[in-house]
């Protein structure tokens, strides 16, 4: 996955604190204008499972401390740490291998012509990601050339219950 230094940065040091923390650092964000710049941060349990409010608020502290602490923008910040949600991005190929069979919309650095992907995760390895396009054949892009990766699931508003 493409990430600017800073965001690298960011992830690096909270990777290394997480595991005490019991969770795991799903994406890190740097956006908004360079006089105000926000740091996102999503989390998730170690083990995939999603983290309460309360728990998010609890991991805040220690969050902030590492991020103050690498001091990755000059000038002030705001810091949101949250969990994933249902948009989930992907990074690491783990996180791939975990959602084969679901749907993600990716961008890239112009890959085969085009930058934009939606489709069902098909495979996943250490070194690319294979989507089954609707109408089109399957695209296999590596995961050095993925700017950009969030599930996009398909909710039916209309099932019923038990049915």
Not at 30 to 37: E, F
Not at 88 to 95: E, G
């Amino acid at each position: 996955m493409v990430k600017s230094k800073q965001e690298q940065a960011i992830i690096d040091a909270l990777e290394q604190v997480a595991p005490e923390h019991g969770v795991d650092i799903v994406d890190v964000e740097l956006t908004g204008a360079t006089k105000a710049p926000c740091i996102r941060v999503r989390l998730e349990g170690a083990a995939g499972e999603a983290l309460s409010l309360d728990e998010i608020t609890a991991h805040t502290a220690w969050v902030s401390d590492v991020v103050e602490g690498i001091d990755p923008v000059p000038g002030s910040y705001t810091l949101e740490v949250s969990t994933p949600g249902i948009d989930r991005p992907l990074r690491r190929p783990r996180d791939f291998q975990r959602f084969v069979g679901e749907r993600c919309e990716l961008t890239t650095t112009a890959t085969e012509g085009r930058r934009r992907f939606k489709g069902t995760i098909a495979a996943a390895d250490e070194s690319a990601v294979t989507l089954e396009l609707e109408g089109e054949d399957p695209a296999t892009i590596s995961y050095d050339d993925i700017k950009k990766c969030t599930l996009k699931p398909v909710i039916d508003f209309n099932r019923k219950e038990g049915k």
